[in-house]
């Protein structure tokens, strides 16, 4: 009878640690922020760091379905230093789950930038990475002036456009497995 008791303390004793730790590492959304594009522009040994991401307490939000975007430019020494300095910044967390294109402006593809890319644990190597010689300034001036997301309308872009007969050419793993060694 004893060990009946015993074994029903055991139990009970490990059900309510079980149900008691729950989703202790879970993370709300309203934590994060949701990268969808980003620019990269090198000016002198540094960079221009241009983060596009969800703009989900704007007007135009519509649920979560065409969301909007914003953007905010860090200069710095590489793709980690800029979001070290978006920490130092914003108290929500960088999600580049959700992120669509790449940009470099002024003509230049960084293969440093590139490789760090590569190596970020949320990045998908299907982003699309993007050249232009345009600056990132002009490059992001529509993102106020289109409903939704920079990301989300630079993909459309890509896939709808008539000189780019393969988009798949223009993604982060295509790319970096072209000169992996740079």
Not at 12 to 36: F, H, M, P, Q, W
Not at 68 to 97: C, E, H, M, V
Not at 166 to 177: A, D, E, V
Request: aromatic letters at 10%.
């Amino acid at each position: 009878m004893k060990k009946s008791i015993k074994w029903k303390i055991i139990c009970l004793v490990c059900l309510t640690a079980v149900s008691l730790t729950g989703c202790g590492d879970r993370k709300d959304i309203e934590n994060s922020s949701y990268v969808l594009a980003m620019g990269f522009e090198k000016i002198n040994d540094k960079y221009l760091v241009r983060y596009s991401y969800g703009d989900f307490d704007s007007e135009g939000s519509n649920s979560g379905t065409r969301v909007p975007s914003r953007s905010i430019t860090f200069l710095a020494d590489s793709f980690a230093d800029a979001n070290r300095k978006w920490g130092a910044y914003q108290r929500k967390k960088l999600n580049f789950g959700h992120l669509k294109v790449v940009i470099f402006g002024n003509g230049e593809k960084n293969p440093n930038i590139v490789k760090e890319l590569i190596d970020h644990p949320q990045i998908a190597k299907s982003v699309f990475v993007l050249e232009t010689d345009k600056t990132l300034r002009e490059v992001f001036a529509a993102e106020e002036k289109i409903p939704v997301s920079f990301g989300e309308y630079m993909v459309e872009a890509v896939e709808n456009s008539d000189k780019i007969s393969s988009p798949k050419k223009f993604t982060l793993g295509r790319i970096y497995m072209e000169n992996p060694g740079q």
